[in-house]
Protein backbone atom coordinates (compact mmCIF):
# COMPACT_ATOMS: atom_id res chain seq x y z
CA UNK A 1 0.00 0.00 0.00
CA UNK A 2 0.84 3.74 -0.10
CA UNK A 3 -0.24 6.79 1.10
CA UNK A 4 0.16 10.42 -0.74
CA UNK A 5 3.74 10.44 -0.72
CA UNK A 6 3.78 7.39 -2.99
CA UNK A 7 5.77 5.81 0.24
CA UNK A 8 4.85 2.11 0.90
CA UNK A 9 3.55 1.54 4.51
CA UNK A 10 0.99 -1.21 6.13
CA UNK A 11 -1.93 -1.68 8.44
CA UNK A 12 -1.09 -3.37 11.57
CA UNK A 13 -2.83 -7.09 11.78
CA UNK A 14 -5.83 -6.68 14.34
CA UNK A 15 -6.57 -9.77 16.02
CA UNK A 16 -10.01 -11.62 15.53
CA UNK A 17 -10.93 -11.11 18.28
CA UNK A 18 -11.57 -7.09 18.73
CA UNK A 19 -13.63 -5.11 15.82
CA UNK A 20 -11.69 -3.32 13.11
CA UNK A 21 -10.72 0.36 14.27
CA UNK A 22 -12.78 2.37 11.76
CA UNK A 23 -10.70 3.55 8.79
CA UNK A 24 -11.08 7.49 9.65
CA UNK A 25 -12.32 9.49 12.99
CA UNK A 26 -13.01 12.80 12.66
CA UNK A 27 -13.85 13.85 16.58
CA UNK A 28 -15.08 17.44 17.18
CA UNK A 29 -12.80 19.13 14.29
CA UNK A 30 -12.51 22.47 13.92
CA UNK A 31 -10.80 24.13 10.57
CA UNK A 32 -10.18 28.03 10.87
CA UNK A 33 -8.00 29.93 8.40
CA UNK A 34 -6.35 33.28 9.77
CA UNK A 35 -6.86 36.55 7.85
CA UNK A 36 -4.31 38.20 6.24
CA UNK A 37 -4.16 41.27 8.50
CA UNK A 38 -3.14 40.13 12.50
CA UNK A 39 -6.36 41.56 14.08
CA UNK A 40 -8.60 40.21 11.85
CA UNK A 41 -11.00 37.40 13.21
CA UNK A 42 -9.99 33.99 11.63
CA UNK A 43 -12.60 32.28 9.23
CA UNK A 44 -13.98 28.61 10.80
CA UNK A 45 -14.65 26.98 7.73
CA UNK A 46 -15.97 23.63 9.89
CA UNK A 47 -16.72 23.26 13.39
CA UNK A 48 -17.54 20.96 15.51
CA UNK A 49 -17.40 17.94 12.96
CA UNK A 50 -17.64 14.34 14.20
CA UNK A 51 -17.39 11.68 11.82
CA UNK A 52 -16.45 7.95 11.60
CA UNK A 53 -15.75 5.98 8.55
CA UNK A 54 -15.93 2.07 8.93
CA UNK A 55 -13.32 0.17 7.25
CA UNK A 56 -14.91 -0.60 4.03
CA UNK A 57 -17.83 1.66 4.35
CA UNK A 58 -18.37 4.00 1.04
CA UNK A 59 -19.08 7.84 2.22
CA UNK A 60 -21.01 10.55 0.81
CA UNK A 61 -20.34 14.10 1.41
CA UNK A 62 -23.34 16.34 -0.14
CA UNK A 63 -23.62 20.15 0.94
CA UNK A 64 -23.60 23.62 -0.50
CA UNK A 65 -20.57 25.41 -2.35
CA UNK A 66 -18.50 26.39 -0.07
CA UNK A 67 -20.18 24.40 3.25
CA UNK A 68 -16.15 22.27 3.37
CA UNK A 69 -16.70 19.15 2.32
CA UNK A 70 -12.83 19.64 0.68
CA UNK A 71 -11.83 20.83 3.89
CA UNK A 72 -12.73 17.70 5.72
CA UNK A 73 -10.92 15.89 3.25
CA UNK A 74 -7.81 17.51 3.00
CA UNK A 75 -7.81 16.83 7.04
CA UNK A 76 -8.43 13.13 6.73
CA UNK A 77 -5.64 13.65 4.01
CA UNK A 78 -3.73 15.31 6.76
CA UNK A 79 -3.11 18.08 4.33
CA UNK A 80 -4.76 20.42 7.00
CA UNK A 81 -4.05 20.22 10.46
CA UNK A 82 -7.41 21.08 12.52
CA UNK A 83 -7.60 23.82 15.01
CA UNK A 84 -9.71 22.07 17.77
CA UNK A 85 -10.41 18.44 17.70
CA UNK A 86 -8.38 15.42 16.05
CA UNK A 87 -8.31 12.74 13.29
CA UNK A 88 -7.57 9.31 13.62
CA UNK A 89 -6.72 6.48 10.94
CA UNK A 90 -7.51 2.68 11.49
CA UNK A 91 -7.24 3.89 15.39
CA UNK A 92 -4.34 5.66 15.64
CA UNK A 93 -3.86 9.97 15.90
CA UNK A 94 -3.05 11.18 12.65
CA UNK A 95 0.09 13.09 12.79
CA UNK A 96 1.70 14.71 9.14
CA UNK A 97 0.28 12.76 5.53
CA UNK A 98 -2.08 10.12 5.62
CA UNK A 99 -0.02 7.08 4.60
CA UNK A 100 -3.16 4.97 4.10
CA UNK A 101 -4.47 6.94 1.83
CA UNK A 102 -5.11 7.91 -2.16
CA UNK A 103 -6.55 11.35 -2.80
CA UNK A 104 -8.12 11.72 -6.06
CA UNK A 105 -8.95 15.06 -6.87
CA UNK A 106 -10.94 16.62 -9.79
CA UNK A 107 -8.13 18.58 -11.64
CA UNK A 108 -6.42 16.23 -13.27
CA UNK A 109 -2.91 15.13 -12.49
CA UNK A 110 -1.06 13.99 -15.16
CA UNK A 111 2.38 14.54 -16.33
CA UNK A 112 1.54 15.65 -20.28
CA UNK A 113 4.83 15.08 -21.49
CA UNK A 114 4.41 11.26 -20.17
CA UNK A 115 2.53 9.03 -21.70
CA UNK A 116 -0.90 7.02 -19.90
CA UNK A 117 1.59 4.50 -18.85
CA UNK A 118 4.11 6.28 -17.76
CA UNK A 119 1.84 8.58 -15.55
CA UNK A 120 0.35 5.34 -13.95
CA UNK A 121 3.52 4.07 -13.15
CA UNK A 122 5.46 6.97 -11.20
CA UNK A 123 4.10 7.08 -7.93
CA UNK A 124 5.80 3.05 -7.94
CA UNK A 125 8.85 4.42 -9.26
CA UNK A 126 9.20 7.14 -6.74
CA UNK A 127 8.41 4.66 -3.80
CA UNK A 128 11.47 2.32 -5.45
CA UNK A 129 9.88 -0.25 -7.51
CA UNK A 130 11.81 -0.86 -10.29
CA UNK A 131 10.58 0.62 -13.54
CA UNK A 132 10.21 -2.28 -15.12
CA UNK A 133 8.08 -3.85 -12.56
CA UNK A 134 6.17 -0.62 -12.64
CA UNK A 135 5.41 -0.52 -16.08
CA UNK A 136 3.83 -4.55 -16.20
CA UNK A 137 1.45 -3.51 -13.04
CA UNK A 138 0.67 -0.11 -14.66
CA UNK A 139 -0.70 -1.78 -17.86
CA UNK A 140 -2.34 -4.27 -15.77
CA UNK A 141 -4.35 -1.23 -13.93
CA UNK A 142 -5.03 0.35 -17.09
CA UNK A 143 -6.35 -3.00 -18.41
CA UNK A 144 -8.54 -2.52 -15.42
CA UNK A 145 -10.44 0.48 -16.13
CA UNK A 146 -10.67 -0.09 -20.01
CA UNK A 147 -7.84 1.51 -21.81
CA UNK A 148 -5.30 -1.58 -22.10
CA UNK A 149 -4.75 -0.19 -25.52
CA UNK A 150 -3.76 3.52 -24.60
CA UNK A 151 -0.52 3.06 -22.99
CA UNK A 152 1.60 4.78 -25.23
CA UNK A 153 -0.69 7.57 -26.00
CA UNK A 154 -0.55 10.96 -24.10
CA UNK A 155 -3.06 12.90 -22.36
CA UNK A 156 -3.75 15.13 -24.79
CA UNK A 157 -4.75 12.39 -26.83
CA UNK A 158 -7.41 10.86 -24.72
CA UNK A 159 -10.96 12.29 -23.78
CA UNK A 160 -11.93 13.42 -20.32
CA UNK A 161 -13.56 9.91 -19.65
CA UNK A 162 -10.41 8.81 -20.03
CA UNK A 163 -8.31 10.68 -18.64
CA UNK A 164 -10.55 10.01 -15.26
CA UNK A 165 -9.93 6.67 -15.78
CA UNK A 166 -6.02 6.80 -15.73
CA UNK A 167 -6.20 8.68 -12.68
CA UNK A 168 -8.13 6.41 -11.06
CA UNK A 169 -5.69 3.80 -12.18
CA UNK A 170 -2.96 6.00 -10.73
CA UNK A 171 -4.40 6.29 -7.25
CA UNK A 172 -5.37 2.67 -7.09
CA UNK A 173 -1.96 0.98 -7.85
CA UNK A 174 -0.50 2.00 -4.74
CA UNK A 175 -3.43 0.09 -3.33
CA UNK A 176 -4.45 2.90 -0.22
CA UNK A 177 -6.64 2.32 2.02
CA UNK A 178 -9.02 5.08 2.09
CA UNK A 179 -10.13 6.33 -1.09
CA UNK A 180 -10.90 10.41 -0.97
CA UNK A 181 -12.68 11.16 -3.82
CA UNK A 182 -12.77 15.16 -4.60
CA UNK A 183 -15.63 15.42 -7.03
CA UNK A 184 -13.97 13.46 -9.18
CA UNK A 185 -16.79 12.95 -12.13
CA UNK A 186 -17.61 16.85 -11.55
CA UNK A 187 -16.36 18.30 -15.12
CA UNK A 188 -17.30 14.61 -17.18
CA UNK A 189 -21.35 14.52 -18.96
CA UNK A 190 -24.05 13.19 -17.99
CA UNK A 191 -23.27 9.79 -19.65
CA UNK A 192 -19.41 9.35 -18.89
CA UNK A 193 -20.41 10.45 -15.07
CA UNK A 194 -22.46 7.55 -15.00
CA UNK A 195 -20.28 5.07 -16.67
CA UNK A 196 -17.34 6.43 -14.53
CA UNK A 197 -19.30 5.61 -11.47
CA UNK A 198 -20.01 1.60 -12.49
CA UNK A 199 -16.34 1.42 -13.18
CA UNK A 200 -15.79 2.96 -9.36
CA UNK A 201 -18.25 0.94 -8.12
CA UNK A 202 -16.71 -2.42 -10.25
CA UNK A 203 -13.30 -1.66 -8.74
CA UNK A 204 -14.26 -1.27 -5.30
CA UNK A 205 -16.07 -4.18 -4.50
CA UNK A 206 -13.28 -5.84 -5.44
CA UNK A 207 -11.35 -5.37 -1.92
CA UNK A 208 -13.66 -2.25 -0.72
CA UNK A 209 -11.69 -0.12 0.53
CA UNK A 210 -13.11 3.18 2.84
CA UNK A 211 -14.30 5.86 0.62
CA UNK A 212 -15.11 9.34 1.53
CA UNK A 213 -16.86 10.65 -1.83
CA UNK A 214 -17.74 14.47 -2.26
CA UNK A 215 -20.41 15.60 -4.57
CA UNK A 216 -22.36 18.20 -5.16
CA UNK A 217 -24.58 15.56 -7.04
CA UNK A 218 -27.06 14.25 -4.51
CA UNK A 219 -28.63 11.31 -6.96
CA UNK A 220 -24.76 10.30 -7.12
CA UNK A 221 -24.28 10.21 -3.76
CA UNK A 222 -27.18 8.31 -3.73
CA UNK A 223 -26.51 5.59 -6.55
CA UNK A 224 -22.89 5.13 -5.17
CA UNK A 225 -22.50 5.42 -1.39
CA UNK A 226 -23.55 3.47 1.56
CA UNK A 227 -24.14 6.24 3.86
CA UNK A 228 -24.58 9.99 2.90
CA UNK A 229 -24.00 12.71 5.38
CA UNK A 230 -24.53 16.60 4.29
CA UNK A 231 -23.92 19.18 5.65
CA UNK A 232 -24.48 23.08 6.67
CA UNK A 233 -23.87 26.20 4.66
CA UNK A 234 -20.64 28.03 5.89
CA UNK A 235 -18.86 29.54 7.33
CA UNK A 236 -18.83 27.12 10.50
CA UNK A 237 -20.37 24.20 8.78
CA UNK A 238 -21.20 21.34 11.09
CA UNK A 239 -22.74 17.62 9.54
CA UNK A 240 -26.75 17.88 9.92
CA UNK A 241 -27.76 14.75 8.45
CA UNK A 242 -27.20 11.19 7.72
CA UNK A 243 -29.16 8.88 5.81
CA UNK A 244 -28.26 4.85 5.20
CA UNK A 245 -28.39 3.70 1.95
CA UNK A 246 -30.69 0.39 1.37
CA UNK A 247 -30.47 -0.23 -1.89
CA UNK A 248 -29.07 -3.43 -2.90
CA UNK A 249 -25.53 -4.20 -4.09
CA UNK A 250 -24.16 -4.63 -7.07
CA UNK A 251 -25.70 -1.54 -8.04
CA UNK A 252 -26.36 0.12 -11.93
CA UNK A 253 -26.51 3.66 -11.99
CA UNK A 254 -28.69 4.14 -14.53
CA UNK A 255 -31.01 1.28 -13.07
CA UNK A 256 -31.28 2.17 -9.55
CA UNK A 257 -32.39 5.44 -10.21
CA UNK A 258 -35.36 4.29 -11.54
CA UNK A 259 -36.23 2.65 -8.21
CA UNK A 260 -38.88 3.66 -5.54
CA UNK A 261 -36.92 3.09 -3.00
CA UNK A 262 -33.80 5.41 -4.28
CA UNK A 263 -36.80 8.13 -5.13
CA UNK A 264 -37.88 8.31 -1.50
CA UNK A 265 -34.52 8.58 -0.08
CA UNK A 266 -34.21 10.96 -2.40
CA UNK A 267 -37.19 13.28 -1.59
CA UNK A 268 -36.00 12.65 2.10
CA UNK A 269 -32.48 13.81 2.09
CA UNK A 270 -33.37 16.85 -0.69
CA UNK A 271 -36.20 18.17 2.28
CA UNK A 272 -33.06 18.63 4.50
CA UNK A 273 -30.69 19.85 2.36
CA UNK A 274 -32.47 22.20 0.54
CA UNK A 275 -32.59 25.06 2.52
CA UNK A 276 -28.80 24.74 3.16
CA UNK A 277 -27.99 24.84 -0.72
CA UNK A 278 -30.50 28.42 -0.88
CA UNK A 279 -28.31 29.35 1.73
CA UNK A 280 -25.17 28.69 0.19
CA UNK A 281 -26.18 30.22 -3.10
CA UNK A 282 -27.35 33.59 -1.36
CA UNK A 283 -23.54 33.57 -0.01
CA UNK A 284 -22.30 33.21 -3.20
CA UNK A 285 -24.66 35.61 -4.84
CA UNK A 286 -23.18 38.36 -2.07
CA UNK A 287 -19.88 37.84 -2.46
CA UNK A 288 -20.06 38.85 -6.23
Not at 45 to 67: K, Q, W
Not at 75 to 81: D, E, P, V
Not at 270 to 282: F, I, N
Request: aromatic fraction near 6%; proline fraction near 5%.
Amino acid sequence: MAGLDGTASARSEIPASLPAAPAAQLEGVRISFSGRQAKETPFIAVDSVDLTVADGEFLAIVGPTGCGKSTLLNATAGLLIPSVGRVRVFGQPLAGLNRQAGYLFQAEALFPWKTVEENVAIGLEVAGVATAEARARAMAWLKRVGLGAFGARYPHMLSGGQRKRVGLAQVLIRDPKILLMDEPFGPLDAQTRQIMGNLLLDLWSLDRKAVMFVTHDLDEAIALADRVVIMSAGPASRIIGEWRVGLARPRDIAEVRLLPEFHALHREIWSALREEVAKGYLQTEGAA
